[in-house]
């Protein structure tokens, strides 16, 4: 990209998150769809420009990771917000961002006991408990799931999310071409994959960019309804973390 490109592209960038930016941080925050944002913005912008402000959010958020969940996830995130008073006069003022979104079901667990384990394990890894759910000794995915977010808080309770591969939503993926026959294969087992799922939550899978083979979702309501929907149509394969407790439980398809 030559510097005049360069420039207007990150012209275009500012000028997008000036006029919505915020909108669609809130929306993405009370759990609207990628395409119900679009929809709902005063400003036309474009979709993928909308999609790249949900994304990073997303992560800034902590909503969605990268790596797999870890200590980090206690450390308090601070950034700088620009205030602007009655006399147009702008400031800049730090803030601590709030990690509860995306539709809590639990304020949390107390983190007393976890900061003071933060600061002895600082840059560990996590000793995981692990174990496998079993439907007949554990109850229903649901119910269970739900118990551990209630127990160890829901902010810091996630779920591996192996989509990268089979959701082919020609707008969530990367700009690499891929071989049609693949990517036939993909689309036909993202199909059979969201046929088990409504409308609201195809939308959202899809309005995500999966831009790696598993991301790692933070275990709110509306993941652990997709979740379990999946698990039930033999659709879901993978693990959850609940990281005040140290616990993993590994899921295996139906």
């Given at each position: 990209?030559?510097?005049?490109?360069?420039?207007?592209?990150?012209?275009?960038?500012?000028?997008?998150?000036?006029a919505c930016g915020g909108a669609v941080r809130?929306?993405?925050?009370?759990?609207?769809?990628?395409?119900?944002?679009?929809?709902?913005?005063?400003?036309?912008?474009?979709?993928?420009?909308?999609?790249?402000?949900?994304?990073?959010?997303?992560?800034?958020?902590?909503?969605?990771?990268?790596?797999?969940?870890?200590?980090?996830?206690?450390?308090?995130?601070?950034?700088?917000?620009?205030?602007?008073?009655?006399?147009?006069?702008?400031?800049?003022?730090?803030?601590?961002?709030?990690?509860?979104?995306?539709?809590?079901?639990?304020?949390?667990?107390?983190?007393?006991?976890?900061?003071?384990?933060?600061?002895?394990?600082?840059?560990?890894?996590?000793?995981?408990?692990?174990?496998?759910?079993?439907?007949?000794?554990?109850?229903?995915?649901?119910?269970?799931?739900?118990?551990?977010?209630?127990?160890?808080?829901?902010?810091?309770?996630?779920?591996?999310?192996?989509?990268?591969?089979?959701?082919?939503?020609?707008?969530?993926?990367?700009?690499?071409?891929?071989?049609?026959?693949?990517?036939?294969?993909?689309?036909?087992?993202?199909?059979?994959m969201m046929r088990c799922l409504n409308s609201?939550?195809?939308?959202?899978?899809?309005?995500?960019?999966?831009?790696?083979?598993?991301?790692?979702?933070?275990?709110?309501?509306?993941?652990?309804e997709i979740i379990s929907k999946l698990y039930?149509?033999?659709?879901?394969?993978?693990?959850?973390?609940?990281?005040?407790?140290?616990?993993?439980?590994?899921?295996?398809?139906?």
């Amino acid at each position: 990209m030559d510097e005049t490109n360069y420039f207007q592209s990150a012209l275009s960038n500012f000028v997008t998150e000036a006029a919505c930016g915020g909108a669609v941080r809130h929306l993405t925050d009370i759990g609207y769809t990628l395409e119900q944002i679009v929809e709902r913005l005063d400003y036309p912008a474009p979709r993928a420009k909308v999609q790249r402000i949900m994304m990073e959010y997303l992560y800034e958020s902590r909503v969605l990771l990268k790596e797999e969940p870890s200590w980090k996830l206690l450390a308090a995130q601070e950034q700088f917000a620009q205030e602007q008073d009655a006399y147009g006069r702008r400031s800049f003022r730090k803030i601590v961002i709030d990690p509860k979104s995306q539709n809590n079901m639990t304020d949390g667990a107390d983190l007393t006991i976890m900061s003071q384990r933060e600061k002895a394990a600082k840059n560990q890894e996590i000793l995981w408990r692990e174990s496998v759910y079993d439907p007949k000794r554990d109850g229903k995915l649901t119910e269970l799931l739900h118990r551990k977010c209630e127990k160890y808080g829901e902010i810091y309770s996630y779920i591996s999310c192996p989509f990268g591969k089979t959701i082919n939503d020609q707008y969530s993926q990367s700009q690499e071409k891929i071989g049609q026959s693949r990517a036939d294969g993909a689309q036909t087992a993202a199909v059979e994959m969201m046929r088990c799922l409504n409308s609201r939550q195809r939308g959202y899978l899809q309005g995500i960019r999966w831009e790696q083979p598993v991301l790692y979702h933070r275990l709110n309501r509306r993941m652990l309804e997709i979740i379990s929907k999946l698990y039930e149509a033999g659709a879901y394969g993978g693990a959850c973390f609940f990281v005040t407790g140290q616990e993993k439980i590994m899921i295996s398809p139906k």
